[in-house]
């Protein structure tokens, strides 16, 4: 019913950049909240930042100053902008959904990850 594809991860050194995108598809009616979750080994899941479809955002402590979540309702599909990266920062990360679907209701989704790198 609702795929959610990530894609831009990769490798970086320390103190570049990377863009994620998440991109929503399928039978949906409306997208509430959005957001990035990260899972570093051995690590539990952890919130990055989320947006709301109003575009109030939401940080972890560590991610902001550093990173930027956004999105584009028109697209179904949100942003995050990591500048300064770290080597802690290196983790697979998830994109979630909060989102109406046609006919069936309201769920929650992920999508499948992509793993950030950050290294020399």
């Known amino acids: 019913q609702v795929q959610l594809v990530e894609s831009g991860g990769g490798l970086v050194q320390p103190g570049g950049s990377l863009r994620l995108s998440c991109a929503a598809s399928g039978s949906i009616f409306r997208i509430n909240d959005m957001g990035w979750y990260r899972q570093a080994p051995g690590k539990q899941r952890e919130l990055v930042a989320d947006?709301?479809?109003?575009?109030?955002?939401n940080y972890a402590r560590s991610a902001r100053d550093r990173f930027t979540i956004s999105r584009d309702n028109a697209k179904n599909t949100v942003y995050l902008q990591m500048n300064s990266l770290k080597p802690e920062d290196t983790a697979v990360y998830y994109c979630?959904?909060?989102?109406?679907?046609?006919?069936?209701?309201?769920?929650?989704?992920w999508g499948q990850g992509t793993q950030v790198t950050v290294s020399s």
């Open positions: 979630n959904a909060d989102i109406i679907v046609t006919g069936y209701g309201r769920g929650n989704y």
């Open positions: 947006i709301t479809s109003g575009g109030r955002t």
